[in-house]
Structure formats: C-alpha cells, structure tokens
C-alpha cells in the first residue's frame, strides 16, 4: 500500500513538472529574442517631442509617447528597460549591431528601410511643410521650385524630396534645394532665422511645439503622401520577434492604452490647430541662460569634455612616445614603414568618421564590442587616443630631431647607456620644445570632444543639444555652453603661457639675447 502510495505521489509530481515546464516554454515563446538576460534595450533619438525628448535636464532619462509604449513592452515581457539615447543616424547602424533590440524614436515606417529591418506601425502621422508664420499656404510640393528646404540628417526626408525633384525637372522646372542638419532644432532655427524657406517634419511635432515656438510658424502644406503615414517600431529580422511586437501593439491598442497615451501627450486630431502668433517671446532669456550655466547637466557635460579629453590625450602621449623614437632611428625597416602607415591614415581619416567606425563598424567584426561594457565614453576614449596619438607622433619626432646630435655623442662618450641618454640628456630639451605644441594639439583636442554627441556620449555639446531640442531657447543654451569652452580653454591658454614663460631659456635666440 505504501508503495502505491509512493508511486501515485511521484506520478503526480511528474504532471505538475512537466506542466510548470511547458507553461515556462509557454512564457519563453511569448518574449522576443532581442529581449536579453530580462532586458528590452531600446534605441531612441530624444530629440522630436511629444514622441520622444528630454522634458527636465537628465539627458539620459528621455520621456515621451515612444518612452511610454517601450515601459510598457517591457511590462508585457517582464523585462527591465534600458534606454540608449543617441545620434539619429546612429540608430540603424546601432541596431545592426545588437547594441539595442528595438529603436522607438517617431521614425517613419517605409519600404525601404523594411528591407533590412522588420517595422511594426503604432502611430498614425503626416508629413508637414512648415515655414514662417506670415507666409501664405501652397498648394503642392511643385509650389517649392527653386526654393530652399532644411531636413533632419539620416531621416528620409531628403530622398522623397529629391523624387519631387525628379518630376520637376521632368517638367522644366528648378529643383528644391535640401540643405541638411544633424539635428531637428537646428533645422527648426533655420527657419526661424530666415537662412531657408521651410522645413519638413511630423505634424505630431508641430502641434506639440506651438508654445516653445511662440506662433513664429505655421504648416503651409500637407502633402497627401502613402507612404508617410505611420511611425514604426524597428527591429531586426526575424518573423516571430516581428509578430511578437505586432500582437503586444494590437492589445495595447485594444486596451486603450495607446489611447491614452496620445491623451497624455496631446497627439489626436482635436490637437491640430492653427498655431497662433505669440508676441510675448523675450528676445534674450537671461533666467534660462543663467539656469542652464549652474545646472548639474551642464556641469556633469563640462565634467566628461574635459576627461575624454585629458584621457585620450595622456594615453595618445604615451603610445606615440616611443613611435616617435623608432622612426627617429636610423635605417628603413618594416617597422618604420607600418609606423609611417599608421600616422598617415589616422592623420588623413577624418575623427568623425574614425569615431563612427569604432563605434558602429567594430561590433560587426568583433561581437564583443557590442557588450554594455563597451561605453560611449570607452569608444570615445579608444577613437580619439588613436587619433591624437597620429598628431602627437609628429610633434614628438620633430622635438627629438631638435636635440643636437653632438649632445647624444658626448653623452655615448661619457658611457651612459641608451635609456640614460634618453632619460637624462635627450627628453628634458625633447619636453621643452614639444610642450608649446602640445598644449595647443590638447586644445584642440577639447574641442574635438564635441564629435562624440553623434555616438550618445553625453558631453557638454550634446547636453546642449538636447536642452535645445526641449526648450528651442537656441541662443541661451548655446551662449551658456560657450561659456563653459571658453572658460575651458582660457585655463590651458594661460596654463601655455605659464610653460613658455617658464622654458623660454630653451629658445636660443632669447638667450643669446639675453647673454649680450
């Protein structure tokens, strides 16, 4: 009897195993792949409010319709959500590389990008040619002839425009001339400062801007085009993940919860209006300039300039230290010869592109540069070093030519060994003729620093960039990071002036000069 007993009990522990396993396989089907270690990571431009943009002064915590539906992904597949603010044309190249699962960020769906990546619709959108308030409507894009439009680099604007172009000059007519800008505040100053006609953006944006824009614009054309229509999630290839997203959507929208977040965000048809001329703007808001020269953002901005900076230097010193000394030698070698390679390249290679390569390219070739310890701040590190230390090997060599060669023999005559003479002859006059460029290479450098807002790296540029974006207070915020670079970079000018006053014996005709 006890046996039976045992059995059954066992069976019966069997049936609810399996059952809880098929139930866990059951769970495990319903989350997407891109969903790692119970993280939905999640790539987003914030610079196109109400769909995603930085509403206080922490960069790094966007808000928004697009923040919104990605918290409640990640509630539906019990995932933690990390947001990866970036650069818009670094979104795609970002998502190729599986630093993100998704990228959310008011992104038109198309043909055309589907064809690399899979897009799931979940909100309906019109494109918007937008110019001055006191200019008259047109009536189609033919009506822009020979005028000029400002677009968003990296969005599709540019191309459908320039299929317009292609009836127009099928017709006779002049194109429209498409000038491009990083970012969709600096498309919008274009406008407002009159350097071009119009510009082209989501109507969603245009209703949500009415009060930051005081009525200085209005939408003078609606083009009736199919294909623009939707803003869509993206994500790799892969049909169940693609499913996956189009179900979670679908009872999102059932449930009313998309619903409300167009309510919250003011996105629905009653918001669409005409935007009134509002008069009341300042011409100069100094509360907003002096909030933003002591705002912790901009300070922790100024914080991260100036380490990449002096990191990136320091480690381009020493790499380019002993460079410098092989291609000082005497005789041709493979050595030279890869050493001279490398400098032309990283000399000729513009940093904006070397940094890009690092940072979108590198995790193609080697997976392990996509993992979460590979920082924009890392990247930036790695690209800069590389490229300073090309600068620095020039600076360097030159100052070891310099050094009298006569100084090398009697230090050889007196018996010192090679690293002596390095150390105790060569170096100090290597130092006090190499310091002067070097200050000003590093100068340079810190305003180089700026590139890295196009990987996300959240420098003083780039917290700039996305206080404007919220605010549209141009002027303000630009003034106040000036502030902040000229602040730094006056420090190392006199700190230049200091080490030249302080090494000026070395220049030999101050000192016969001095000597007479």
């Known amino acids: 009897m006890h046996h039976i007993r045992t059995t059954f009990l066992l069976m019966a522990g069997l049936m609810m195993g399996g059952a809880n396993v098929a139930h866990a396989q059951g769970h495990q089907e319903d989350i997407p792949s891109f969903v790692q270690n119970g993280t939905l990571t999640v790539c987003t431009n914030p610079t196109l409010p109400p769909m995603t943009f930085v509403k206080g002064s922490d960069a790094s915590k966007p808000e928004g319709m697009d923040i919104d539906v990605a918290r409640a992904l990640a509630e539906r597949w019990h995932a933690t959500l990390s947001i990866i603010p970036m ?29 690399n990546f899979d897009a799931v619709a979940y909100q309906d959108t019109a494109l918007t040619v937008v110019a001055r308030a006191n200019t008259a409507p047109i009536n189609s894009m033919a009506d822009l002839s020979g005028k000029t439009i400002a677009v968003q680099s990296g969005t599709s604007y540019a191309a459908r425009i320039n299929r317009e172009n292609e009836a127009l000059t099928a017709a006779g007519k002049l194109p429209i001339i498409i000038q491009q800008y990083p970012t969709e505040d600096q498309v919008v100053q274009q406008v407002l400062i009159g350097r071009v006609f119009a510009f082209v953006s ?17 939408i003078i054309l609606k083009p009736d085009y199919s294909d623009y229509r939707h803003f869509a999630i993206y994500l790799r290839k892969n049909a169940q993940d693609r499913t996956l997203v189009q179900n979670a959507i679908s009872t999102l929208e ?240 006199f700190l230049q002036k200091r080490v030249e006053r302080r090494f000026s014996w070395a220049d030999r005709k101050k000192a016969s000069a001095n000597a007479s």
């Not at 993100?100 to 038109?108: A, K, L, N, Q, R």
């Not at 009134?276 to 909030?291: I, K, R, V």
């Not at 002596?420 to 002067?436: E, G, M, S, T």
Request: net charge positive.
């Open 87 to 115: 650069d818009f044309t670094g979104l795609f190249p970002s998502l190729g590389a599986q630093r993100c699962g998704m990228v959310i960020s008011g992104i038109i769906q198309l043909p055309d990008r589907e064809k």
């Open 202 to 218: 989501q109507d969603v944006e245009l209703y949500f801007r009415q009060k930051q824009l005081h009525g200085k614009v209005r």
């Open 254 to 493: 059932q449930d009313s919860t998309l619903t409300a977040y167009r309510q919250k965000w003011s996105i629905s048809s009653q918001t669409e209006q005409a935007l009134t001329q509002d008069n009341s703007a300042p011409a100069f808001n100094w509360g907003a300039f002096f909030s933003a020269l002591t705002s912790m953002a901009f300070l922790r901005g100024a914080f991260i300039t100036l380490a990449v900076a002096l990191l990136s230097h320091a480690i381009a010193i020493v790499i380019s230290i002993p460079m410098a000394i092989t291609l000082n030698g005497r005789g041709n070698s493979l050595l030279k010869a890869v050493l001279k390679t490398y400098v032309s390249v990283f000399r000729g290679a513009p940093t904006l592109l070397q940094l890009l390569f690092i940072w979108n390219a590198l995790p193609q070739f080697f997976p392990i540069f996509r993992e979460q310890w590979f920082t924009p701040f890392l990247a930036t590190l790695v690209a800069l070093s590389i490229n300073e230390s090309a600068y620095q090997v020039e600076i360097n060599r030159s100052a070891l030519s310099a050094v009298d060669g006569g100084q090398e023999l009697a230090a050889d005559a007196l018996g010192m060994s090679r690293r002596q003479v390095y150390r105790y002859v060569i170096f100090p006059q290597a130092l006090r003729i190499a310091l002067p460029p070097t200050i000003n290479d590093f100068i340079s450098l810190l305003k180089t620093t700026s590139l890295a807002s196009v990987i996300s790296l959240q420098e003083l540029l780039a917290i700039t960039q996305v206080q404007v974006a919220r605010t549209f207070e141009f002027t303000e915020y630009y003034a106040a990071a000036l502030v902040y670079y000229l602040a730094m970079v006056f420090f190392f000018l």
